[in-house]
C-alpha cells in the first residue's frame, strides 16, 4: 500500500489510498473540500476537472453506462418543501403506472441494451409491497437487467420484501446533512422519523447496492454543510452518487419563497451549473469507484452540453428516461425538466451521440459497483463517528 500526492495547488493535496491496480479510498479532508467549494479561479478549477477525470478513468473506465429511468407514479404523501410532487401541490394530475406499461417500458429498455432499470416515484403506499415485489420478480425472470429501486422512505418490511424479490439497488438521498435544514426541507411523517441515514445503513445491511445523494444550492445550505455531505459520501462508500442543483417549483412552499431558509449571502451554496461540476467532480475524489450519474437537472440548467461537462468531470452513468410521454409531464419535480418531450427512442439516439462524441463507450451488462463487497464493514467502523458528528433528529414517539 502507498499514497500518491496530486500537485493542485498548496492547500490542496488529496491522498489516495492503492491496492492493486485500485484507487479504493480517498483521504479528501473537509477542509480540503470547502476550499475547492469556493474556488472561482478558473485555472485551479481545470486542475479539479482534469483530477477527477483521470480518477473516473482509473477507477470505472471509459464506459458510460445507461441506466433506463421509469417514473412509475408521481402519487406522494410527502410535503417535501421544494418538491412538485408533494402531497399539497393539488393541481397535479395523479398517475400510477400498470404493470403492463412497466413492463413495457423495461422491453424498450433491453432493446436499447440498457443494463438497468431504475423504478423511480414518489412515497407512494398505492404501490403495495407484494405488487412490487411481484414486478420486481417479473422483470429478473424475464430479463437480464439489474433493477433500482427510488420509492422513498418505505418500512424495513417493504425494503425486505424487494431484495428478496431480486431488487439489486436502491436509490435515496439524504438531500443535506443539515439536520436542522432538512428537518425544515423534509418534514417527518406524523410518528415517524425521517431517518434516511438509517435507511441508508440498512440497505446495505441487506445487500442493496447503495445509492445517495445531495441537491445542491437549497436555500439554507452552507458551503461548510455541503463540504460535510460530500465527506459523507466517502464515510457511506456509496455505491452509486446523485447530486444535482436544487431548482425552483413555483407551487412550493420554497420556490414560493414562502418558507425563509436562505443563509447569510457569504456562507449560501448558489444552485449553479459551476457548482454542480464541482460537488460531481469532488464526489469522484471522495469515492472513486461510485457510479455517479450525469443528471438531468443539469442538463435542463445546460441543455447543449450540461450531460457532457458532467461526464468529463466525473461522472460516468446517464440515466435516458423511458416514461411514457403522456405521464412525463406530470412527473414535474420541477419546471422545465429536460427530456420531456422526446420519446424514449429519441432519448436514447441523443444521449447515445453525445457519449460517443466525447470518446467514450456506451456501457455494456449491468455497471455494478465495485464499492459493495468492500462498504459494508468499512462503513460500519467509520459511521460509529458520523453518528457522533450527526445527533439523532428529535424523534416523535412511534405511534
Ligand atoms: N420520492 C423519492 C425520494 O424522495 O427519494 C424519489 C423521487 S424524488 C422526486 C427524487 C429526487 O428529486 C429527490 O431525492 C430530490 O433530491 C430531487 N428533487 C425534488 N425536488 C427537486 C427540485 N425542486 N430541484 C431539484 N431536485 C429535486
Ligand atoms: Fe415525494 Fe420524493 Fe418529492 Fe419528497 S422528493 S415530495 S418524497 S417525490
Not at 463507450?361 to 459511521?383: F, Q
Amino acid at each position: 500500500m502507498y499514497f500518491l500526492r496530486f500537485e493542485v495547488s498548496p492547500s490542496m493535496l488529496g491522498k489516495f489510498r492503492i491496492v492493486g491496480d485500485w484507487v479504493v479510498g480517498t483521504k479528501i479532508s473537509k477542509a480540503e473540500i470547502l476550499d475547492w467549494l469556493r474556488q472561482e479561479d478558473d485555472r485551479y478549477l481545470q486542475d479539479l476537472w482534469q483530477k477527477a477525470d483521470a480518477i473516473r478513468r482509473e477507477n470505472v473506465g471509459d464506459a458510460v453506462h445507461l441506466r433506463g429511468l421509469i417514473e412509475i407514479s408521481n402519487h406522494c404523501v410527502r410535503q417535501c418543501q421544494y418538491c412538485g410532487l408533494r402531497v399539497d401541490h393539488r393541481g397535479l394530475a395523479r398517475y400510477r403506472m400498470t404493470e403492463a406499461e412497466i413492463m413495457e417500458c423495461v422491453r424498450q429498455a433491453v432493446d436499447y441494451g440498457y443494463g438497468t432499470v431504475v423504478l423511480q416515484s414518489g412515497e407512494d403506499y398505492g404501490i403495495r409491497t407484494e405488487w412490487m415485489a411481484s414486478v420486481v420478480r417479473r422483470i429478473k425472470a424475464g430479463t437480464p437487467l439489474a433493477v433500482t429501486l427510488s420509492l422513498g422512505e418505505r418500512p424495513d418490511t417493504d425494503l425486505i420484501a424487494w431484495r428478496e424479490a431480486g431488487a439489486d439497488r436502491y436509490l435515496l438521498r439524504f438531500e443535506t446533512s443539515d439536520l436542522q435544514l432538512y428537518e425544515k426541507i423534509h418534514p417527518s411523517l406524523p410518528g415517524r422519523c425521517s431517518d434516511r441515514i438509517a435507511i441508508l445503513r440498512r440497505l446495505a445491511e441487506l445487500g442493496y447496492e447503495v445509492g445517495s445523494g445531495v441537491m445542491i444550492g437549497i436555500p439554507g445550505q452552507t458551503y461548510e454543510s455541503l463540504a460535510h455531505d460530500i465527506w459523507l459520501f466517502e464515510i457511506l462508500y456509496l455505491d452509486m452518487i446523485g447530486v444535482g442543483p436544487y431548482i425552483p417549483h413555483p407551487r412550493t412552499p420554497l420556490g414560493q419563497a414562502a418558507i425563509k431558509l436562505g443563509a447569510p449571502q457569504d456562507k449560501q451554496v448558489p444552485n449553479s451549473e459551476l457548482m454542480t461540476y464541482k460537488v460531481v467532480a469532488l464526489a469522484r475524489l471522495a469515492c472513486p469507484g461510485a457510479n455517479i450519474p450525469s443528471t438531468t437537472a443539469l442538463a435542463t440548467l445546460n441543455r447543449e452540453e450540461g450531460r457532457e461537462l458532467g461526464l468529463v468531470r466525473g461522472a460516468n452513468v446517464v440515466m435516458p428516461n423511458l416514461t411514457p410521454l403522456q405521464y412525463r409531464l406530470s412527473y414535474e419535480i420541477y419546471p422545465a425538466k429536460a427530456c420531456i418531450f422526446e420519446t424514449a427512442a429519441d432519448c436514447d439516439a441523443c444521449i447515445k451521440r453525445r457519449i460517443i462524441s466525447l470518446g467514450r463507450t456506451v456501457g455494456s451488462g449491468r455497471g455494478d459497483s465495485p464499492n459493495r463487497s468492500r462498504r459494508i464493514k468499512r462503513a460500519e467502523r467509520k459511521l460509529e463517528d458520523v453518528v457522533e458528528d450527526m445527533p439523532c433528529l428529535p424523534c416523535q414517539p412511534q405511534l
